[in-house]
């Protein structure tokens, strides 16, 4: 049976490509001249230049053609999710949802399952999360990811799985997506540290107290703390604030040394900020270092009173 993959972002298309090594794909961009570029070229140079698609990925402009797939994963950006979901509510009520995006929709406050489950209350909605580069998933390089979904999914486990894709299952949906959402902010966070060459030592203990943030919200969330700890909260926390692949780190690194950034970029990490923000604010939950992120997004506040700001708060134990 086709798995269908809609919206060809970079992560939508390394996934069709690397699912396709087990069957039939179908890939679903809503710019036709960008799919008939991607249909003549077997390439998306748009979004993830350099990859081949593989002969068993078809790639279309019409959504319909996916009203036969029984799995389908969501790679629109999460900012756009809500909407996406509601427009297109009556293909995919009934089936099974996998949302691969990471953040916190700034209208509702909600994750993507909370969406999935409102717009379409007859599917079943997973999340398919952790560290991974959409160019090391495109080439084949080994990768493990969360798959959350609220009852226990061996089957879909298995049928998502890949020989370099390895998946790890949970039914903590709640702790998957806000550690997928929460490291975004918290590497935009060790981006601006780098990027006013305030240190390695700083991103450290950066690194440290934004996972006792992500930590703190997550529990008050009804997480559990091993899913924090796995690869959809630690490991895609050290990945992303490591990485010069992340365009969350980067855009803190332009943040921090006052350089442009292109705005066409995907930057989760700048509306979960936000998000997280008011989240926190009304469950009375302390995240300091989200609340300047959002701030220093907005332009509200230089890097230099915001880092003066977290290292003048009261001390306190660990
Ligand atoms: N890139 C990565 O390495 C990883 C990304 N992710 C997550 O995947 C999600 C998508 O990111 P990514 O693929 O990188 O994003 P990209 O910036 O590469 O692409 C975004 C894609 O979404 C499409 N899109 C935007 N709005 C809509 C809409 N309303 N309806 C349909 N399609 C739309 C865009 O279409 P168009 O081209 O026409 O503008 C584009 O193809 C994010 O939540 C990200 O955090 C997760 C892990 C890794
Ligand atoms: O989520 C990712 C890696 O796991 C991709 O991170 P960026 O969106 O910061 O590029």
Redesign the pocket.
């Known amino acids: 049976m086709t798995i269908a993959v809609?919206?060809?972002?970079?992560?939508?298309?390394?996934l069709a490509i690397s699912l396709a090594q087990r069957g039939p794909v179908l890939l679903?961009?809503?710019?036709a001249a960008?799919v008939a570029e991607m249909q003549e070229s077997r390439r998306?140079t748009?979004?993830?230049p350099g990859a081949v698609l593989p002969e068993c990925l078809t790639v279309t402009a019409e959504i319909t053609d996916a009203a036969g797939c029984e799995v389908v994963l969501l790679?629109?950006?999460?900012q756009?999710?809500g909407?996406?979901l509601s427009?297109n509510a009556a293909l995919l009520d009934g089936k099974v949802l996998v949302s691969?995006?990471?953040?916190i929709d700034l209208a509702t406050g909600r994750g993507s399952v909370e969406l999935i489950e409102a717009a379409c209350p007859g599917a079943r909605a997973a999340v398919?999360?952790?560290p991974?580069?959409?160019?090391?998933?495109a080439r084949g390089l080994p990768t493990a990811l969360t798959l959350a979904c609220r009852t226990d999914s061996p089957g879909l486990q298995a049928r998502l799985s890949t020989p370099t894709l390895r998946l790890y299952r949970t039914t903590d949906t709640i702790g998957a997506e806000l550690g997928?959402a929460l490291k975004?902010v918290i590497a935009i966070a060790a981006g601006v540290v780098i990027g006013a060459n305030l240190g390695d030592s700083a991103r450290a203990a950066l690194m440290t107290r934004g996972f006792a943030e992500m930590n703190r919200l997550a529990m008050k969330l009804g997480a559990r703390p091993e899913t924090l700890m796995g690869l959809s909260g630690f490991g895609?926390l050290v990945l992303t604030c490591t990485s010069l692949?992340?365009?969350?780190f980067r855009y803190g690194i332009a943040l921090g040394s006052g350089a442009d950034f292109d705005p066409?970029?995907?930057v989760?990490g700048a509306a979960t900020a936000k998000a997280v923000t008011r989240l926190a604010q009304g469950h009375g939950i302390d995240m300091p270092i989200a609340a300047m992120i959002a701030a220093l997004c907005a332009r509200e506040i230089s890097v230099s009173d915001a880092v003066t700001a977290l290292l003048s708060r009261p001390l306190k134990e660990e």
Do not use: Y
């Open positions: 809609l919206g060809a972002g970079a992560f939508g298309t390394a679903w961009a809503r710019d960008h998306n748009r979004r993830l790679g629109v950006p999460m756009k999710m909407r996406f427009e691969c995006s990471k953040g398919l999360t952790g991974s580069f959409a160019a090391d998933i997928g975004n895609d692949q992340s365009r969350n066409g970029v995907t989760e």
